[in-house]
């Protein structure tokens, strides 16, 4: 059997299926582009909850694994050369989850590194940026009686928005006819801004039909609801 006792994080969060991938995550947007991600590849996994409401991603054994503290995680039993690896960030998971398999990225070098930068894109603007609109529109920061900030990331995510609606004129997704790990990084930033963090009409996201029509296209995949709701609440 595998033995994942190197790791204190499957301590805290045994292991049914220790010889699968391990996923330590919740429904945030970069817990589920993991989860849609894994669902798209059919790469056999087992998810964990982490509940960040009750600040689990701050653990000591959470962060023994991810020492940022932040959704999601993973362990990879049968990493390179047959090792087991860690990972987090997001970002860099997508891409070892690409690379493991061949699957959801370009195989022709130029394209591949395009799809990158779109991943790098989400990484840091969209993510960063769709957060402070989420943190000032909805949560703590909507009481702050100075809405400057929130003005200011409200333009910049329409700005972010735009270059995205650029980018998808005339594609179906962000690689033309290849649906990747750019468009999986970013498909739930874009459902939670107008959704979750209710800025639908704070930044005029009707304004923009192109990325309206790929959101659409993007949460109508199988794969992509079941991620949505993966790893379920314990």
């Not at 503290?69 to 050369?81: L, M, Q, R, T």
């Not at 894109?121 to 969209?126: D, E, G, H, R």
């Given at each position: 059997m595998t033995d994942l006792s190197a790791f204190p994080i499957a301590k805290r969060w045994p292991a049914k299926r220790p010889d699968r991938l391990q996923l330590y995550s919740s429904a945030t947007p970069n817990g589920v582009k993991i989860s849609i991600a894994l669902e798209e590849i059919g790469l056999p996994y087992e998810p964990h909850y982490v509940d960040i409401g009750k600040n689990e991603s701050w653990t000591p054994e959470f962060l023994s694994l991810n020492p940022?503290?932040?959704?999601?995680?993973?362990?990879?039993?049968?990493?390179?050369?047959g090792k087991p690896i860690g990972l987090f960030e997001s970002g860099a998971i997508l891409l070892y989850l690409s690379d493991?398999?061949?699957?959801?990225?370009?195989?022709?070098?130029?394209?591949?590194?395009?799809?990158?930068?779109?991943?790098?894109?989400?990484?840091?603007?969209?993510?960063?940026?769709?957060?402070?609109?989420?943190?000032?529109?909805?949560?703590?920061?909507?009481?702050?009686?100075?809405?400057?900030?929130?003005?200011?990331?409200?333009?910049?995510?329409?700005?972010?928005?735009?270059?995205?609606?650029?980018?998808?004129?005339?594609?179906?997704?962000?690689m033309d006819d290849d649906y990747t790990i750019a468009d999986v990084s970013m498909l739930g930033w874009v459902r939670n801004l107008i959704g979750f963090y209710e800025a639908r009409d704070l930044v005029?996201?009707?304004?923009?039909?192109?990325?309206?029509?790929?959101?659409?296209?993007?949460?109508?995949?199988p794969a992509v609801q079941r991620g949505l709701t993966i790893p379920a609440r314990s």
């Open positions: 940022n503290g932040k959704i999601p995680a993973i362990i990879d039993p049968n990493g390179p050369d493991k398999t061949g699957k959801l990225i370009p195989s022709d070098p130029i394209r591949r590194y395009e799809t990158i930068q779109w991943v790098f894109f989400q990484m840091a603007a969209i993510g960063p940026i769709f957060g402070q609109v989420g943190f000032f529109n909805k949560f703590a920061g909507r009481e702050i009686a100075d809405k400057r900030p929130l003005e200011r990331y409200r333009d910049e995510s329409r700005r972010l928005i735009g270059v995205l609606e650029t980018r998808l004129k005339g594609r179906e997704w962000i005029g996201f009707d304004d923009f039909p192109t990325v309206a029509a790929w959101l659409e296209r993007g949460l109508a995949r």
